[in-house]
């Protein structure tokens, strides 16, 4: 199995433009897709694939790859972006799937 | 629209047993492998076991092998997780989770709510 990294925690001020990354070996070959949780809520899809949004989640959330990291952007964050953000990924086997630790977004 | 719908949480004492259900709807299940991804109380998400479409594949995080059992039943259009010989480290929000792939990418949409499973004396 691999691991994804994330920083725990990461502040932006309202309407700035902040990067959420994550790494891990398998990042390399598999790209990454990124899931926001508010509290008491379940996970919800917001980038899959190279940078693909689902249906309803707006186009200031983007996101990229390089080497081993994986990165989410929103670009003009907004209060309601406060939230968990978590990665996900294949392990390098392509057989697991392994999450990031998440990352604790505030905007100030 | 998909929705996944799960049950079968609830306490339960450590080394017992409990088997969790997860019912699909609004989309042609057999089309996909379906997750079950757990949360610990305040901690992040751990993924636990996946299963393809047509059971040809299964996998286990290493806490849980030997211990926890997916199975499908397309008939049914439902996914369960046997839990055998649970621990107080198993207690956590149980998701089941829809996955979709293209090339080298999978993406885990949508998620049920979840079922709670509080394992302790």
């Known amino acids: 199995s691999s691991e994804l990294t994330q920083d725990p925690a990461v502040s932006v001020a309202l309407g700035q433009t902040v990067r959420i990354t994550c790494q891990g070996d398998?990042?390399?070959?598999?790209?990454a897709s990124w899931y926001q949780q508010k509290p008491g809520q379940a996970p919800v899809l917001v980038i899959y694939?190279?940078?693909n949004r689902p249906s309803g989640i707006p186009d200031r959330f983007s996101g990229s790859s390089s080497g081993n990291t994986a990165s989410l952007t929103i670009t003009g964050a907004q209060a309601e972006d406060e939230a968990d953000y978590y990665c996900?990924?294949?392990?390098?086997?392509?057989?697991?799937?392994?999450f990031g630790g998440g990352t604790k977004l505030t905007v100030l | 629209e998909a929705q996944l719908v799960e049950s079968g949480g609830g306490l339960v004492q450590p080394g017992r047993s409990l088997r969790l259900s997860c019912a699909a709807s609004?989309?042609?299940?057999?089309?996909?492998?379906m997750h079950w991804v757990r949360q610990a109380p305040g901690k992040g998400l751990e993924w636990v076991s996946g299963?393809?479409?047509?059971?040809?594949?299964?996998g286990y995080a290493d806490s849980v092998k030997d211990r926890f059992t997916i199975s499908r039943d397309n008939a049914k259009k439902s996914l369960y997780l046997q839990m055998n010989s649970l621990r107080t480290e198993d207690t956590a929000l149980y998701y089941c989770?829809?996955?979709?792939?293209?090339?080298?990418?999978?993406?885990?949409?949508?998620w049920g709510q979840g079922t709670l499973v509080t394992v302790s004396s």
């Open positions: 299963i393809t479409w047509n059971s040809g594949s299964i």
């Open positions: 989770a829809k996955e979709n792939s293209g090339g080298y990418s999978n993406w885990f949409d949508p």
């Open positions: 398998s990042l390399r070959t598999y790209y």
């Open positions: 694939g190279r940078n």
């Open positions: 609004g989309f042609t299940f057999d089309d996909y492998a």
């Open positions: 996900n990924c294949r392990d390098s086997s392509g057989n697991h799937r392994v």
